[in-house]
């Protein structure tokens, strides 16, 4: 939070600087217009654009300010910058936590699907199990009496 509020601090502090220079350009211009100007000899059309000696004094104001908008709009483009990537990484784990919920979800609704057809046929399926087992256990002693029967064969020749 600090490094937010040290980083906001900073693009504030530019900003400020950037419009006391811009209070220095309008106040210069409004200067300007009154020499060129005095108040009985104002016509509606004047030309705005400063004299050549008057350029000196103009320019270095105007670059002053042209550097403080290019460092505020770099500024801004950093911060742009990092609020796209931060808003790419909290939709990212937003999306993943979504997805994670929904696969979650559905798994559940799955296995209580599962478990409400299992309780539906869970008597067909003892059933079922009862009869293989009863198969099975007649075939075994089909075979115990098969090997019995060979027992007695085997006896008897030797």
Known sequence: YEEEFDKEKAVLED????????LNLLTLEVRLFQLRNPQKSFKAYHNMEPEQEEWI???PQ??????AQMRILQKWRYGLWEGIQLATNNAQQEMGEQTCNWVTFNIAKAWKRLEFKMILHMNRY?????????????ELLMHIIRLEKHEKVRNMTN
């Open 62 to 67: 105007a670059l002053r300010a042209c550097d």
């Open 57 to 59: 004094i103009y320019i």
């Open 126 to 138: 003892e059933r079922v199990i009862r009869e293989i087992f009863i198969v099975r256990q007649t």
């Open 15 to 22: 900003y400020y600087r950037f419009l006391e220079i811009l």
